[in-house]
């Protein structure tokens, strides 16, 4: 399920960077009593009530202004609008309703978002002071003072009760995230997998700006390929519109099931792809590296050996991944992707019994024992698969201190000789247990 992006928008000055950094829980945003301040989006990864979110804080929106800044400003804040699962739209209760607050209201209206309507610097409540706002016709307002922390709760509560309701667990289908740098040819791999040109596709790099979910079938599998916007280095998200297409982007990756990593081969494999692929690595997502273009590369019979030694080289942090070699434009190789994506997937849903895992990893101490720190060495006691997708191993023994990167990644090896994860990571965590005296 995706992380619900909220947003705060309204007119300048009515205090929604203050709130901000109150929910944020510290200081992000710039405030000053001034308006214009916020320019720019900014965005915090925030949590109320055990639900996860992402807050957006956008500049103020000066709907009748011509100047070149409040422009930008207003476009910047139309776009987080576009982007938000969640609008909270700020008005200044000492000031009163303003024709800026309606004309916002209505911009608002027609984006047929959620709107929580917030009454802000409402620091003794009176309903005077937020009679007027029904008028806007978005419902109930709620009375805030962001500056004193006052009523920010019942607006986090409304903003939770209004998130979409997730449906990835209950439609069947294997959601697939294909993510990449900007004109890799992920949209082109979309198309040929569907059949038909349901993504616009350019030469152009940047042409997908949203994430964008398709539902398909292929020989009575139900699959979701979700295209995203190419991942651009930080220093090269300038534009706005890429600002939210980057955010969409990792919220894809984080939703789906298997991701399809699309690099250029022409090109080889870069610093950024490299990044992107431990992107996928740390989520804990099962993955395979779509070396795309091939028909454009030069060839000779140690052309795949010396693309896989590079592989291996710059993936030594992953080296159980999957790589398949294809031409999005030709066709060539694509119908393998489809059983690649549900291969990983099985690996990464594959459950390790609890009495086979014990008796692997004893006998692995019992060849090679950990090694001993001040004349102390970890005893393993105890080993047990919790969970699937990542697969994690939990490992109780008798001082988790003891246990050294070096043989940890040992198990893994261990664990990874005996099972087939190859396409996912997985996890091993370790817990201590004092021995009885």
Known sequence: MATPVVAIVGRPNVGKSTFFNKVAGRKISITENRPGVTRDRITAACEWRGRPFTLVDTGGIEARSEDTMWKQIALQASLAVDTADVILFFTDGREGLTANDSEVAEMLRRSKKPVVLVVN????YSADKVFEFYSLGLGEPFAVSSEHSRGIGDVLDEAVSRFPKGESAEDGSLKIAVVGKPNAGKSSLVNKLLGEERTIVTPIAGTTRDAIDTRFTRGGKAYTIIDT???RRKRSVEDDVEYYSVLRALDAMKRADVVLLVVDSTEGLTEQDVRIIGMVHEEGKPSVIVM??????EKDTHTVQEFEKKLKEDLKFMDYYKSVYISAKTGQRVDKILPLAE????????????????????????????????GKRMKLYYASQVSVCPPLFALVVNDETLMHFSYERYLENVIRGAYNFTGTPIRIRVRGKKEKE
């Open 229 to 231: 916007a190419g991942i």
């Open 343 to 374: 291969e990983v997937y099985a690996h990464a849903a594959f459950r390790v019994p609890t009495g086979a895992l014990n008796d692997l990893l004893m006998d692995a101490v019992r060849i090679s024992e950990p090694p001993s720190y001040n």
């Open 121 to 124: 610097k409402v620091d003794e």
């Open 292 to 297: 795309n273009k091939w028909d454009a590369v």
